[in-house]
């Protein structure tokens, strides 16, 4: 992917832009990090990863602009925790505000509700632990860190080269993508996650990643987030039928039947869009 870089005139030059994002970015994390450890609720489980993913890109910059510097990767390694720690209490939470809207009878829904927030409440727990071993001393010495100055022109290559890397990573995923496999597509997912953040955070500074393309990006984010969703509630319906009353077990085994048969669809139709559409929204 060919990306033109430049640094406008009367705006805020690249250095100066990434450092103060930086260190706002890193500040954010800290803050959400603190509040998900001290009450872990939903809200909180998805400001921190919200926070994790609006960092990522500024590492991934700093990454090109300063090869093998250990503070750089370690932050990297200590972002991907944040995300991978959480990802299950996000998805035990997104299931039980799902159990909430089945149409089913109020005894199902009961049943099904105190069975996900059990859950909910042990993958928090698990997650409280896991995120207590956070860095927090090594990413604000990352923030107060003095970088050496660099010429805008070496900021512009380093953009153009994480942009590249970037669309790179996504154009493999999609590539790697199969009929029937769920986990290629969830791969793909993620890196068009990634690739959409990094185009947002340095969007002043990319003129080819026009609004349009970003808006695009954004919409096919949201349609696999709906898809990855209705995964998780297929999935955990089925497993859940098991521990329902038997008067409920089939009609729990037919919701997840649906909401499989609507995922594999979906599915289809996303690698399909993928496959066809993307390269021509962002190339």
């Known amino acids: 992917m060919d990306t033109k870089v430049l640094t406008p005139a009367k705006r805020t030059d690249m250095n100066a832009h990434t450092r103060m994002h930086l260190r706002r970015r890193v500040l954010d994390l800290l803050f959400c990090h603190e509040g998900c450890i001290h009450a872990p609720t939903g809200t909180e489980v998805h400001a921190v990863r919200l926070a994790a993913r609006h960092l990522q890109p500024l590492l991934q910059l700093l990454k090109v602009l300063v090869p093998g510097d250990r503070m750089i990767a370690r932050a990297t390694e200590q972002v991907r925790g944040v995300l991978h720690h959480t990802s299950a209490a996000r998805e035990t939470h997104v299931y039980r505000k799902a159990v909430g809207m089945l149409p089913v009878p109020a005894a199902l829904r009961n049943a ?48 153009k080269r994480a942009v590249a890397q970037g669309w790179e990573r996504l154009q493999r995923r999609i590539a790697e993508l199969r009929a029937g496999e769920a986990k290629a597509l969830h791969k793909a997912r993620v890196a068009l996650k990634r690739f959409r953040y990094l185009v947002d955070a340095f969007a002043p500074y990319l003129p080819d990643m026009h609004p349009g393309r970003r808006t695009a990006l954004k919409r096919y984010q949201a349609r696999l987030g709906r898809w990855h969703d209705e995964q ?9 039928a098991r521990r329902v ?39």
Do not use: F, N
């Open 112 to 159: 099904l509700g105190r069975a996900a927030l059990r859950k909910e409440l042990s993958a928090a727990e698990a997650m409280r632990k896991r995120l207590g071993r956070l860095d927090r001393e090594g990413l604000v010495r990352l923030a107060a860190r003095t970088w050496p100055r660099t010429t805008p022109a070496a900021y512009r290559r380093a953009l």
């Open 232 to 240: 998780i509630l297929a999935d955990r319906l089925r497993v859940a």
């Open 245 to 283: 009353p038997p008067r409920h077990r089939q009609r729990c085994l037919q919701l997840a039947k649906a909401k499989a048969i609507w995922c594999a669809k979906e599915q289809e139709r996303l690698c399909a869009l993928l496959c066809h559409a993307l390269p021509k929204a962002s190339a």
